[in-house]
């Protein structure tokens, strides 16, 4: 009866009073805001109002950025339930004291807060931050108010400066990110960013984890060896019995800059506004690379980009199907060499790693390493344990059960060590391994000297026949590479190089995109240019379709036909490299085209 009452009454109201025609930054119960007018935060940053969205006739509340010309949503109420016509109205309910869209035509509510006790004088305001608060007096104190409800506890898509990534864990409250269905379409996807166990960021599609950052380390997270001091912003993470989120603030109030979750391309994009040139620009996405997949190399196996293949088992441990592990297969992961005897077991320290999962781990933030050690060596169910925080020096202690998953090898300096548990003879060979090999070589070398010429030159020849032939920029043969051995009449460069050359694919090294793929420009280490069309992973041609499709570009050679010089078949990449023409395409001439600018 209450709510009937409440609509009847406010739509009378708004017929007396069908439009504002002054600038408010906040609105109070005898007040609304329509279709024909907004709320602007005090300096003037931020708006909010009724907007539709692409070629739809669906109206949604939202709040954007007043001052940039392509309206950019940062905020969106009723995302589930638009509303069809331009009738949509935003007022507060003051019998329950929440905040309600509704469209007058039909009176019905499609999006509300949360009911609360009828209070005081409730104003609702949209703050300088892109905040919109619904505030109260308080009862304690005439001059002071309390806020009941505020839209950084309700994120949809956009990470502003000043929003918290994480758990409310007194209140209950979820601060995570929800991708828009469509470019067009504010409804929720099913792509969101947000934080899990320990602290750690993770984008997941669906109930699928898709990458995950490693947990917070004291300095910074894990896996993100490139989240330090910068010149955009600060960020800070916070961790206690109440709360536990990450945060940023911006260095210089003139710079706007925000972070999207992106369903079309599954990313989290931090852009920042360049108002010389009007357009927003691309200053950092996760996931970066292949190695940020989630869970790429299996249980157990160890990620490295400079690598071909990428995926590595870990020391003393070997593929669980070497079959399927050679066909660049890695989802089953790897095994050890040798069973643990848990009594007689010990630990090898392996450093500049993202962290693994943390799903099944332990975490005491009052011991030491060394501690650490003894408490993991005591379980026989302890597989890894490392310091929690690698600040001052480093204290606290994480241990981790059963496999370890989602690991990837970092740049010297770039990762975090962790301790795996060995076997004895593992640990014994490990020791003592380098000085064994010595042994060996020196008495092999010995052997070869007494022996004849033509054993030494037999063995010299099988061994140079054996190892893989580089030859120049980059191009390797096809003797030794599984997934290399027909002909295709063509040579092949490896993944390490083309990541080289393209500077691990950079946005300002993409000379364009079509149905194939992006395609980038690279320079090998010789100093030849080329440009490289690199396959798109949601292209549905198999394997054996690209290799007739290489074998034919192969074969037309034309003068007035970019040449094929060679391609890259590794794991889920397929690349295209040919001869870079700098002048642009033979369109630009015929058509007239202008670049880019």
Not at 300 to 319: D, E, H, I, M
Request: proline share 5%.
């Amino acid at each position: 009866m209450g709510i009937i009452s409440f609509i009847l009454i406010h739509t009378y109201i708004i017929f007396l009073f069908p439009k504002v025609s002054f600038t408010l930054d906040s609105i109070t119960t005898s007040q609304f805001i329509s279709e024909e007018n907004t709320l602007v935060s005090p300096d003037g940053t931020f708006e909010l109002g009724f907007f539709t969205s692409g070629s739809s006739n669906n109206h949604y509340l939202g709040i954007w950025y007043k001052n940039i010309p392509d309206k950019t949503i940062v905020w969106v109420a009723n995302r589930l339930n638009p509303i069809s016509d331009s009738s949509g109205v935003l007022m507060i309910n003051n019998s329950t004291c929440s905040v309600v869209v509704m469209s007058q035509n039909n009176s019905v509510v499609v999006w509300s807060t949360k009911a609360q006790n009828q209070a005081k004088n409730p104003v609702l305001k949209l703050l300088d931050t892109g905040n919109l608060v619904l505030t109260v007096t308080d009862e304690k104190d005439e001059n002071s108010r309390i806020t009941l409800w505020e839209s950084f506890d309700n994120p949809t898509d956009t990470f502003l400066p000043g929003m918290k990534l994480g758990w409310d864990l007194k209140k209950g409250v979820n601060w995570s990110f929800t991708a828009w269905k469509k470019p067009d379409d504010p409804s929720p996807g099913d792509f969101t960013y947000g934080i899990l166990e320990m602290g750690i960021h993770s984008y997941r599609k669906g109930n699928k984890k898709f990458y995950r950052t490693g947990p917070w380390n004291g300095l910074r997270f894990s896996g993100s060896p490139d989240l330090n001091p910068n010149p955009v912003y600060n960020y800070n993470f916070v961790s206690n019995e109440n709360e536990v989120y990450y945060t940023y603030t911006l260095k210089n109030k003139s710079l706007i800059s925000r972070t999207v979750v992106n369903q079309t391309t599954h990313t989290g994009d931090r852009y920042t506004w360049i108002e010389a040139k009007k357009f927003w620009k691309v200053y950092s996405t996760r996931p970066r690379d292949y190695c940020d997949s989630y869970g790429l190399c299996g249980a157990n196996g160890n990620c490295v980009l400079t690598t071909s293949p990428v995926c590595q088992c870990l020391k003393a441990f070997k593929p669980k199907s070497p079959e399927l592990w050679s066909l660049m297969e890695w989802s089953q992961g790897c095994v050890r060499n040798k069973p643990l005897s848990c009594h007689t077991d010990g630990f090898v320290k392996f450093v500049d790693l993202k962290l693994p999962d943390t799903t099944y781990s332990w975490v005491n933030k009052r011991m030491s390493l060394k501690e650490c050690r003894v408490k993991c060596l005591k379980n026989c169910s302890c597989m890894a344990y490392t310091n929690s925080d690698i600040s001052g020096g480093g204290s606290g202690c994480t241990i981790w059960f059963g496999d370890l998953m989602d690991i990837r090898q970092f740049p010297a300096g770039g990762g975090q060590d962790l301790y795996i548990r060995m076997s004895a003879s593992e640990l014994l060979e490990e020791k003592h391994g380098p000085k064994i090999k010595i042994a060996v070589s020196v008495a092999a070398a010995l052997a070869v000297v007494s022996g004849t010429l033509l054993v030494g030159f037999y063995v010299c020849r099988i061994r140079t026949n054996l190892k893989v032939k580089k030859k120049p920029n980059g191009i390797i043969s096809h003797q030794n590479n599984e997934a290399q051995k027909e002909d295709l009449e063509l040579p092949f460069l490896d993944l390490s190089t083309i990541v080289g050359a393209t500077d691990n694919f950079a946005l300002n090294n993409k000379l364009g995109e079509g149905g194939f793929g992006p395609v980038y420009k690279g320079i090998l280490e010789d100093g030849q240019e080329i440009a490289i069309k690199r396959l798109s992973r949601s292209s549905r041609q198999g394997l054996n379709e690209f290799k007739n499709e290489v074998r034919l570009i192969a074969k037309l050679q034309h003068r007035n036909l970019v040449k094929l010089n060679a391609c890259c078949i590794q794991g889920e990449e397929k690349m295209l490299v040919y001869e870079y023409m700098p002048n642009k395409s033979l369109d630009s001439f015929i058509f007239g085209l202008s670049p880019q600018t």
